[in-house]
């Protein structure tokens, strides 16, 4: 069973970046397509940064284009987020699809392995 574990969550100030890993333990991850995905209080979850099978498709959410940049190697898929906002507050998942997915996608319904989440707090 492929579990994955996120980390890199922080307090952060606004305008400040972050930095978030999602670690898949035994399982390489660089044929798969990979997502981040986040949920506020009070919001649903929504995909913010998603990459396709091949390395050659990226999704962006509108808020976050050109300030967040998803990448991954073969164990590790990463977050790197700046200029952040205090609407960026919340906790963030990653998330794994299938070798399929070559076209990028924010579906969360294409996703079978989830990770706990890690808790980013963007506030002065």
């Known amino acids: 069973q492929l579990q994955l574990v996120e980390s890199g969550g922080s307090l952060v100030q606004p305008g400040g970046s972050v930095r978030l890993s999602c670690a898949a333990s035994?399982?390489?991850?660089?044929?798969?397509?990979v997502a981040w995905f986040r949920q506020a209080p009070g919001k649903e979850r929504e995909g913010v940064s998603c990459?396709?099978?091949?390395?050659?498709s990226t999704q962006y959410a509108d808020s976050v284009k050109g300030r967040f940049t998803i990448s991954r190697d073969n164990e590790k898929v990463y977050l790197e987020m700046n200029r952040l906002k205090p609407e960026d507050t919340a906790v963030y998942f990653c998330?794994?699809?299938?070798?399929?997915?070559?076209?990028?996608?924010?579906?969360?319904?294409?996703?079978?392995?989830w990770g706990q989440g890690t808790q980013v707090t963007v506030s002065s």
């Open positions: 998330a794994v699809g299938s070798i399929y997915i070559v076209q990028a996608t924010c579906d969360p319904r294409e996703y079978a392995y």
């Open positions: 035994g399982f390489r991850l660089d044929a798969y397509a």
């Open positions: 990459l396709g099978s091949t390395g050659s």
